[in-house]
């Protein structure tokens, strides 16, 4: 795969006008008192083999009180309360089974895992259902349940699920709430910058190639994954393109970015076919807050991989020494 987007130095200074409807602060205001009521997330002890990591099998109330799982994962070791990363993940995964999220336990953070409602059936397994239906169709995925209503929209539950996770970490007693990392790739990225923007006064955002972003550009440049089922359903829905595009600027990453002012650190690939550079750049050079970016110039979208790994443990221990 060449290089398939804008040479690296337009890159770096690739900082698109934003599309942002006028009651976006409002929009994201009323939809987030809405959901945060009293009832308190379960953290059940889970017996997953492990000895030296405590692990929980956690429900706490997302959008609409929906019941949304996850995993969180305190070391053994623990005296005193710990940072947390609160972690989002791809399209299609689910929270999987704990062994395969010790990374952040094993370098003395508590880990908590938010599943993606309706999603888990094609890569990790998941645990989570979407109740809620769309008034109008879609195609094939969740890419476009609702996309041409904002408040009807899937990702207005999943971002709400991403506070509301933040939330439940912050409410657990091994869990330093005033130490909270926002982290994820992917999907997991774009839902990383709705929280980083959204659930007040993070300490870090990890963002990973994050898709959910700028996405006329990305429609303009690739075919791929989510965004192949945006463009299909315009492509069935030739009237709605606006309402569609409408309805994504509530969502766009690239609006949360210029709201979130955490340090942080991004990753673009810049062979990648699926999240473009140039709307992971425009999101990046859009964050309000210190940042930085690890560039893989010949990776496409597993960009680096566990070598980003290593970048973002030099990262967090660097900022919470």
Known sequence: MPLMDLPLDELRSYRPEREEPEDFDAFWSATLAEARHDRPAAFIPYDACLTEVDVYDVRFPGFAGD??????????????????????????????????????????????????????????????????????????????????????????????????????????????????????GSQGGGIALAAAALAGDVTAALVNQPSLTHYRRALDVVEGNAYREIWTYLRTHRESAEQVFRTLSYFDGVNFAARATAPAL????????????????????????????????????????????????RFLRDLLA
Not at 132 to 154: F, K, L, N, Q
Not at 289 to 309: A, L, S, Y
Request: charged fraction near 15%; proline fraction near 10%; charge should be negative.
């Open 266 to 313: 991004f990753a673009v690939a810049l062979m990648d076919d699926i999240c473009p550079p140039s709307t992971v750049f425009a999101a990046y050079n859009h964050w309000s807050g210190p940042k930085d970016i690890t560039v893989w110039p010949w990776n496409r979208h597993e960009g680096g991989g566990h070598f980003q790994d290593v970048e973002q443990l």
């Open 67 to 184: 019941p949304v799982a996850g995993w969180l994962l305190v070391p053994a070791s623990a005296r005193a309360p710990l940072p947390c990363v609160v972690g989002y993940l791809g399209y299609g995964g689910g929270r999987g089974f704990p062994y395969e999220w010790l990374t952040w336990p094993a370098a003395g953070y508590a880990h908590l895992l938010m599943d993606t409602r309706g999603q888990g059936g094609s890569l990790q397994p998941g645990a989570t259902g979407d109740p809620h239906g769309s008034a109008g169709s879609s195609s094939p995925g969740m890419v476009t349940r609702g996309i041409e209503d904002p408040a009807d929209y899937y990702y207005r539950r999943v971002f709400t699920d991403a506070v509301r996770a933040v939330d439940a970490a912050r409410a657990h007693p091994s869990v330093d709430p005033d130490r909270i990392v926002v982290s994820g």
